[in-house]
Structures are given as C-alpha cells and as structure tokens.
C-alpha cells in the first residue's frame, strides 16, 4: 500500500486534526489535506445561482436558460432523491463505473437475505 503523502504524515506526527481529500482518478498526486473545520447551518445552505444564464440537464442548447428569478433557478437544478434513498439500506451497492473497489455489502449479502427467506 502506498505511503500517504508527506504533508498528511507531517501533520499527523504535530497532532493536528485533519482531512484528506481525494480528487481526479486516484493516485497519491490526487490526495491533500485541508485542516477540519467547524460547520455551520449556513455553510450547507444551498447558493443562489447569480449568472444570467444557468443550465439544467446534461447540456446542449436547450438546456440554457435565463435566470430571470434566482431561486427558480436553483430549484431547476435541485435533483430529487430517489425514493429507493428512503429505505434503509440492505445488501450490495454498486456504484461509479464498475469493479469491486465500487461495490459494498450494507447489512446481510444478497445470498444471507436469499436463505434467510428460504427458512
């Protein structure tokens, strides 16, 4: 496994608190640290778009719209939950573009919920 990376070990070797982040397709030149920070309601408010165009979709010209009234335009982009989020979480997940690094049991594998039926 590889080293983490030298500002990581540094800070953990002067005790200080903090949190790697990972970016871009992976590999120790993708991870940094940023000291934690305390969170606040207003830091996880979500932003009014104040461009005068947004988009919505995936792209593509009809896709661009004006932004006459700001808080219309944030909602356009707001993606609803799917309901499936509601329930609790059981079995395996799969996630990303594929291969195991993107799959996780949650509660009992699909074969334990499967026999636990059969009984």
Do not use: C
């Not at 590999?27 to 996880?44: F, L």
């Not at 006459?68 to 335009?73: F, I, K, L, R, T």
């Not at 799969?94 to 009984?119: A, C, I, L, P, Y």
């Amino acid at each position: 496994m590889a080293e983490k990376p030298r500002i990581l070990r540094d800070a953990a070797k002067n005790g200080e608190q903090t949190r790697s982040t990972s970016h871009g397709r992976g590999g120790a030149g993708n991870i940094n640290s940023v000291p934690s920070t305390a969170r606040t309601a207003d830091d996880m408010r979500t932003p009014e778009i104040k461009q005068p165009h947004y988009t919505t979709g995936r792209g593509g010209t009809g896709n661009i719209v004006s932004n006459d009234n700001p808080s219309n335009a944030r909602l356009a982009q707001d993606v609803e939950a799917p309901k499936h989020h509601d329930r609790p979480a059981q079995g395996t997940f799969h996630w990303g573009r594929g291969g195991e690094g993107n799959m996780t049991v949650v509660g009992k594998s699909e074969r334990e919920q499967r026999k636990d039926r059969e009984e």
